[in-house]
């Protein structure tokens, strides 16, 4: 036991060095006036971050980000959520089909599905715009939310929602009033989610986005492999604005959202 447990920890920490040791070389590099062949930077700048904003167009794709990812969330919780008190509060012939079907967007790796609808979309003139982008997102984000969810309603008990129904209340207050404040902990949990794997989606953005819809993750790409000549130190000074993003967004999401206490919450 005692082997067994050093060697789980050597390839843990194998694992860590080699990841911290690629992340500072590309943070490193961002800073770096030139670097070749040696173990540090001849010099440091931070000019290579004034660089890539520029050249790269960061803040409008800053803002085309921001926007596919809000719409994506609103979106999602507005049909997600009704969604999943379908799913948790009727019966209804099919249901085990339909669950399944929510599943396959999340299963699946994205391309299977993304050249397909990819395809459909610019057959609808839907692509190449924030729309479309908007719309594939929406693919996994919905179901994502559907299952988030469910749980989170079949721990209501039904005899509150019959309580209110009792008392004059429609569908429309029994939803708004009674069960929106309880599915808060449940809605806020699944909005940021959302958020996060919305920012770093590549594969449906890329094949649904135009010149003027591309997000963060996908002008990241475009720059490294594009045609033309750029600078490694600026393409890095990208990166680290995405990972430095990417790390904003995960760490409001550990600190507002644990995804092992969901239902806890829910019942305290």
Not at 17 to 36: E, H, K, P, Y
Not at 54 to 66: C, G, I, K, Q, S
Not at 88 to 94: D, K, N, Q, S, W
Not at 204 to 229: K, W
């Amino acid at each position: 036991m005692r082997l067994s447990a050093w060697l789980v920890w050597g390839a843990v920490a194998f694992f860590l060095v080699n990841l911290f040791g690629l992340v500072a070389s590309v943070v490193v590099n961002s800073f770096a006036t030139q670097w070749f062949g040696t173990w540090w930077p001849a010099g440091l700048t931070a000019s290579w971050y004034s660089t890539a904003w520029a050249e790269m167009n960061l803040l409008d794709v800053l803002v085309v980000t921001l926007q596919v990812a809000v719409a994506v969330v609103v979106l999602s919780v507005v049909i997600g959520v009704p969604t999943a008190y379908a799913l948790a509060r009727r019966t209804f012939p099919g249901k085990k089909l339909v669950t399944v079907l929510f599943l396959l967007p999340i299963l699946m790796p994205p391309m299977t599905y993304g050249i397909p609808l990819a395809t459909v979309l610019y057959k609808f003139d839907l692509a190449g715009g924030i729309a479309g982008v908007v719309i594939a997102n929406l693919v996994p984000s919905v179901p994502f939310v559907v299952l988030t969810m469910t749980p989170f309603i079949e721990q209501i008990d039904p005899k509150i929602e019959a309580a209110a129904r009792m008392c004059g209340a429609n569908t429309a207050a029994v939803f708004g009033r009674v069960l929106a404040p309880l599915l808060v902990p449940g809605i806020l949990a699944a909005s940021i989610l959302v958020l996060v794997r919305t920012v770093g989606m590549f594969e449906l953005t890329f094949l649904t986005a135009g010149p003027g819809s591309q997000t963060l993750v996908v002008s990241l790409y475009e720059a490294m492999f594009s045609a033309g000549i750029r600078a490694q130190q600026a393409v890095d000074a990208m990166a680290v604005i995405y990972t430095g993003s990417m790390l904003v967004l995960l760490v409001i999401a550990l600190r507002f959202v644990n995804p092992t206490q969901l239902v806890t919450r829910l019942k305290e």
